[in-house]
């Protein structure tokens, strides 16, 4: 089994939208192995997206992610980052497929509710962000 990390990010959990994205994940057959609620600092938000440190946006993106809290976890399933990018659709909602995760809950390219990772090295660095060995089955 593969392993993808999502975080449900602070739009879509003070939007109310937490449990149906959660359903929504189980109903696509994702195991979830870890799963937690939590406040990023901006200090933890900096270096989970350091790779845009140089990017324009990456201000507002720090601001954002830090403003309320996340559902972060770790979800299982046979080509689970590929599988998962599918459900939660394209970055931009306006792009997004019907029925995906994105399309359904985002408002904009901006607060586009939900991260996944975008390769299988990535998920089990990013699992190791959130979760230590103890908070995962």
């Not at 003070?14 to 189980?26: L, N, S």
């Not at 996340?70 to 939660?88: Q, S, W, Y």
Request: without cysteine; proline residues 2%; negative net charge.
């Amino acid at each position: 089994m593969a392993i993808t990390l999502t975080m449900l990010k602070p739009d879509a959990v003070a939007d109310g939208h937490t449990g149906k994205i959660i359903d929504m994940i189980i109903q696509s057959g994702f195991k979830i192995q870890a799963m937690k609620l939590t406040r990023l600092s901006k200090e933890k938000a900096e270096e989970f997206y350091a790779i845009h440190k140089e990017r324009s946006f990456f201000g507002e993106l720090i601001a954002f992610m830090t403003e309320g809290p996340i559902v972060a976890a770790i979800l299982e399933k046979d080509n689970a980052v590929e599988d998962f990018r599918k459900l939660i659709g394209a970055t931009n909602p306006e792009k997004a497929d019907a029925g995906t995760i994105r399309k359904l809950f985002a408002a904009n390219i901006e607060r586009n509710a939900i991260h996944g990772s975008d390769s299988d090295a990535n998920a089990e660095i990013e699992a190791k962000f959130h979760f230590s060995g103890l908070e995962r089955f």
